[in-house]
């Protein structure tokens, strides 16, 4: 997909269509980190706190709850 910038007042704006945001479960109030390697522009989304420990929680659990059985599987 080839895109344009827009001015947005003394600066320039990306529009990003909203079928990517959905594929990335994004929207207009997701905090963006925005970096470079020097020659490409680098745009993510800034990992959420809660979501990761929404995320630690849940794999805990299914740990315990599966962990011997998925210790078996592994080997």
């Not at 490409?40 to 315990?64: G, H, M, W, Y």
């Amino acid at each position: 997909m080839i895109k344009k910038m827009v001015s947005h007042g003394n600066s320039a704006a990306l529009i990003i269509d909203k079928p990517i945001l959905d594929l990335l479960k994004m929207d207009i109030d997701t905090p963006l980190e925005i970096t470079t390697d020097g020659r490409n522009l680098i745009i993510s989304p800034v990992e959420s706190t809660r979501r990761t420990r929404k995320f630690k929680t849940a794999l805990d659990k299914v740990n315990r709850t599966h962990g011997e059985t998925l210790r078996k599987l592994s080997k």
